[in-house]
């Protein structure tokens, strides 16, 4: 089925080691963003990348690093991991540069617990 | 500060029992106002986009309605089907969603 595939679906870390969240899409789509969602609060953007080559800041990119590999592959790193970032990961795109009539396609997410 | 406020956090329901789901918004250049529907252990997934003030989409049981501060979400003759958590979302003047915080609808039988 098309859409956004995000691996891994569970992680536990410790304190201090790093790992990397992949995320790929089949549907051809320009910007692609990922966004951590905590209990109580609305999703927050990390990072965001609006088309292959770039990658901006979104509000919470403290800690994390991103790499738009291709059109396809947008991945998240976490060099040092703290129990702050314990939180579910999600990946999402966009055919347009802006928002269009369907807002973003998302992944089922990345649940990461920091111990 | 651009803001978006969801009520009530969680809404329980009998089966047959209409309500609706509130989304306050304070938006300025607001470009759509996209609901979501999630449910547990996925991503969200798109439901509306409304533009306009006077705007009402419709699917199934749902109607999503938008006035210049805030929109509902219209559930008619729910079902334990519809249970889920509620996500709106208003765009930005930089065509980035802010997201409200969800309400979790649950439909008892």
């Known amino acids: 089925n098309a859409g956004v595939t995000q691996t891994p679906k569970f992680q536990v870390l410790k304190t201090g080691q790093s790992m990397t969240l992949q995320c790929a899409q089949d549907?051809?789509?320009?910007?692609m963003y990922w966004y951590r969602q905590d209990p109580g609060m609305g999703l927050r953007l990390i990072y965001y990348s609006a088309s292959e080559g770039t990658t901006d800041k979104g509000e919470v990119p403290n800690g994390y690093n991103v790499s738009r590999l291709n059109k396809r592959e947008f991945s998240l790193r976490l060099e040092s991991a703290a129990p702050s970032q314990t939180s579910v990961y999600f990946c999402?795109?966009?055919?347009?540069?802006?928002?269009?009539?369907?807002?973003?396609?998302f992944g089922s997410g990345t649940r990461l617990t920091v111990v | 500060e651009d803001q978006v406020t969801q009520s009530p956090e969680a809404l329980r329901l009998q089966e047959g029992e209409s309500s609706s789901l509130n989304c306050s918004y304070t938006?300025?250049?607001?470009?759509?106002l996209f609901w979501y529907r999630q449910d547990p252990g996925k991503g969200p997934e798109f439901l509306f986009t409304?533009?306009?003030?006077?705007e009402e989409k419709e699917k199934e049981r749902l109607k999503a309605t938008l006035t210049k501060k805030e929109s509902f979400l219209h559930i008619t003759a729910p079902k334990p089907e519809d249970s889920a958590t509620y996500l709106c979302?208003?765009?930005?003047?930089?065509?980035?969603?802010?997201w409200g915080a969800g309400t979790k609808l649950i439909i008892k039988p």
């Open positions: 409304l533009y306009s003030a006077g």
């Open positions: 938006v300025s250049g607001l470009r759509g």
């Open positions: 979302a208003g765009g930005d003047s930089n065509y980035q969603l802010i």
């Open positions: 549907m051809n789509h320009n910007s």
């Open positions: 999402a795109s966009s055919g347009v540069t802006g928002l269009g009539n369907y807002g973003y396609t």
